[in-house]
């Protein structure tokens, strides 16, 4: 073999003195630089695995959140509507006994007219009777007197 290297004008010692200096390079390398890049390498690599489980997890948060204020808003939409129901039906039911009230007080007030009315006519007939017994008493009297 040496021949071989002879023919070539290889330096044996040389070529393994290289040899073996690459291998230290070599492992330098790896040591001090390999090794801490593919570190870094899988730590961002951990870290962009770790945002993306985050924005998942925030996208999927924010699905429930708008789900939920969608959920809220139509029931208090609903309870809205059922508490202006009852607020018209409770409205209506008063508008109705105001209402009765009302026609109840008018006919209580027409019946009191009605009879103060007819007590004003009892009494004003009552008083012409006596009034026009007045006048036929007078009358009488005055006929007496003028025959006697």
Do not use: H
């Amino acid at each position: 073999m040496s021949e071989l290297f002879a023919a070539f004008g290889i330096n044996w010692k040389l070529l393994l003195t290289q040899a073996l200096n690459f291998g230290v390079l070599l492992a330098a390398l790896w040591y001090f630089l390999y090794r801490p890049v593919l570190k870094m390498i899988d730590d961002r690599r951990a870290k962009i695995a770790e945002g993306v489980q985050k924005a998942e997890a925030a996208e999927r948060q924010l699905a429930d959140a708008k789900a939920e204020g969608d959920s809220l808003i139509g029931s208090a939409s609903r309870e809205a509507e059922g508490l202006v129901a009852a607020a018209r039906t409770r409205a209506e039911g008063r508008a109705d006994e105001i209402v009765k009230g009302a026609e109840g007080q008018a006919a209580s007030i027409l019946k009191d007219a009605a009879a103060r009315a007819e007590e004003a006519k009892r009494a004003a007939l009552q008083e012409s009777q006596k009034e026009i017994a007045r006048a036929a008493m007078l009358a009488a009297e005055k006929i007496l007197r003028e025959k006697a």
